[in-house]
């Protein structure tokens, strides 16, 4: 949804590596766990979805 509605526009989407599951609270996630994850984080292509 986000590729689409951004479509054009000059942002990066990128999806964080791991340590954080779907749907959690960015208020429980501790610092280090949270670091790491953008970190490593990939780019997502256009037209990727996951």
Request: proline share 4%; no cysteine; charged share 25%.
């Amino acid at each position: 949804i986000l590729s689409e509605l951004l479509k054009g526009q000059p942002y990066k989407i990128s999806r964080l590596a791991r340590g954080m599951p779907l749907g959690s609270e960015l208020e429980y996630v501790d610092a280090g766990t949270l670091a790491q994850a953008v970190y490593e984080r990939s780019l997502l292509q256009e037209g990727e979805t996951s």
